[in-house]
């Protein structure tokens, strides 16, 4: 009888998992480890906003951003020899069947269309009963963080933001010197050979 494969898919964000627990993860990865990573102004912006839905006071240790996490874990995969796969999320979100494709094949799994689109699942309720403790009755009620995930039908291109008014909000709350940080670790990203990228269309001869 042929041998049943059994894996296990882990997902967690990075400044969540210390060190001690990424090398056991490290140890245990049978694939490709997975980053996923955007603009940090994005990501920056949209943890303020979480911070702040939670009551957790308005603003936030920079540590909680993830990006230094982010940068250390990529480092010690190096180090360690334990490959790995970055992929730009805004880059995923705008063409995400072909992106996908390309992340399923250096992952080793068969890509199905499938996975990019999807009944609207609007009657489930996902907000953990622990973190809607921390919220108003409305926002519980309303599972803030995965009702448009639960409504939605596909992966859907990011939402348009006003980038100027962004910066301006995490300088007023004392980010701005973490946001430049941020920035140069996204940048060093954005050149990393481990990132997915889509074939550039030949230039016409």
């Known amino acids: 009888m042929e041998r049943e494969t059994q894996s296990l898919l882990i997902k ?77 999320t805004t880059e995923l979100r705008t063409d995400p069947a072909p992106v996908l494709r390309a992340i399923y094949e250096r992952l080793g799994l068969t890509f199905s269309d499938s996975v990019v689109s999807w009944e609207p699942r609007s009657h489930l309720h996902l907000c953990a009963p622990e973190v809607g403790a921390l919220m108003s009755d409305a926002r519980r009620e309303g599972d803030p963080f995965f009702r448009r995930v639960l409504g939605s039908s596909g992966i859907q291109p990011a939402d348009e933001v006003d980038l100027v008014a962004v910066e301006k909000e995490l300088a007023e709350v004392g980010l701005a010197a973490h946001l430049a940080e941020c920035t140069e670790i996204y940048e060093q990203a954005l050149e990393n050979p481990h990132r997915v990228t889509l074939p550039q269309p030949s230039a016409a001869v």
């Open 12 to 88: 967690d964000m990075t400044f969540q998992v210390d060190e001690e627990s990424f090398g056991l993860l490290r140890e245990l990865a049978t694939a490709p480890i997975l980053f996923s990573f955007r603009d940090p102004r994005l990501t920056l912006h949209s943890r303020l906003r979480k911070v702040r839905e939670l009551g957790r006071g308005n603003t936030f240790p920079p540590f909680e951003s993830g990006w230094y996490s982010f940068r250390d874990q990529m480092a010690a995969c190096e180090e360690n020899g334990v490959d790995y796969v970055i992929v730009d």
